[in-house]
């Protein structure tokens, strides 16, 4: 009985250990991708209608062999600090599973190690506020390796904006405008109109 229950629990804690060591942390993954994108610091595009080429490769200083476990790419695009502020569901986690940093799915694609680009065009249900672009590279077991992305370690350079649509158009807001310019001049002549008519009356 003791044999069974050493057994069972020598299981679980190897399951345990198991699931635990799948966790990535963004703090143990190193930079070894060179990311770029085509829109320029402080450029502000409009979801729905703008795009963005994203080109990246592997950084060529990083030792012989580092991407030999690479499989995959995947391209996001992510808040910059100044659009997280007050917003936990944009918030910053060291680990990956829980990091809300990189919401916005660019583009996934077989890895290689050069002459990569990507052209997409913003999803009209991007939020407005302040991105960067950064890329992951995934092995086999689908785990973060290594990154890459377009500002520097602190999120504060080469930052873009996206400004979301209102679902409103002009021609909506002159129809509005003089709707209610009609609506003022009725009002105003029927006031006329009926102080006409108490002074004929009196």
């Not at 795009?51 to 910059?80: E, R």
Request: glycine content about 4%.
């Amino acid at each position: 009985m003791a044999a069974r229950v050493f057994l069972v629990t020598s299981l679980l804690l190897s399951c345990l250990l198991q699931i635990c060591s799948a966790e990535t942390y963004f703090s143990s993954l190193q930079r070894t991708l060179i990311v770029t994108a085509s829109p320029k610091a402080g450029e502000v595009l409009k979801s729905g209608e703008d795009k963005i080429t994203v080109s990246w490769s592997l950084n060529q200083t990083v030792p012989a062999g580092t991407d030999s476990g690479y499989k995959t790419v995947k391209v996001k695009l992510c808040y910059a600090p100044i659009s997280q502020v007050d917003r936990a569901w944009r918030k910053t986690k060291d680990l990956l599973s829980k990091d809300k940093t990189c919401q916005h799915k660019v583009v996934s694609t077989p890895y290689k190690a050069s002459n990569n680009s990507a052209e997409w065009t913003v999803e009209r249900d991007v939020p407005t506020a302040t991105y960067f672009v950064r890329a992951y590279a995934y092995d086999g077991e689908d785990q973060e390796v290594g990154y890459g992305q377009t500002t520097d370690a602190h999120k504060a350079t080469n930052l873009f904006e996206v400004q979301a649509i209102t679902g409103r158009h002009s021609s909506l807001d002159i129809a509005a405008v003089c709707f209610s310019a009609f609506s003022l001049l009725s009002l105003f002549g029927f006031f006329f109109l009926e102080k006409r008519k108490a002074r004929v009356t009196k």
